[in-house]
């Protein structure tokens, strides 16, 4: 499945942006699907991921209450609405899809990645 980041930029602290990441290839329904992000000189984290379903959803306690991981199987799209920004949200945004639920929690169990989408938050 081929996986392509849109919807970054640079947002006053404060600020939202809402993330889009559409797919192509294989039966997107059939996959789970993720946000990681990675800031300068840090790992890859996990940001958020929802279930193949749209059922299931779990965000990283850093965002909770922040941001909502979402999708539209009709779009074969996943968002990622993102709001009160902090500068320490700063990274770039990456998606991913995995078959398994638990493979999309870790970015060593991911089985598709898509190119990262800048995200900045000034002060």
């Known amino acids: 499945v081929q996986l392509q980041a849109s919807g970054g930029g640079l947002v006053q602290a404060g600020g939202s942006l809402r993330l889009s990441c559409a797919a192509s290839?294989?039966?997107?329904?059939?996959?789970?699907m993720a946000w990681f992000r990675q800031a300068p000189g840090k790992e890859r984290e996990f940001v958020a991921a929802?279930?193949?379903?749209?059922?299931?959803?779990d965000h990283a306690d850093s965002v909770k209450g922040r941001f909502t991981i979402s999708r539209d199987n009709a779009k074969n799209t996943v968002y990622l609405q993102m709001n009160s920004l902090k500068p320490e949200d700063t990274a770039v945004y990456y998606c991913?899809?995995?078959?398994?639920?638990?493979?999309?929690?870790?970015?060593?169990?991911?089985?598709?990645w898509g190119k990262g989408t800048q995200v900045t938050v000034s002060s």
């Open positions: 290839g294989r039966t997107f329904s059939a996959y789970n």
């Open positions: 929802i279930s193949w379903s749209g059922g299931r959803a």
């Open positions: 991913a899809a995995d078959k398994s639920y638990s493979g999309a929690l870790r970015r060593e169990g991911i089985d598709y």
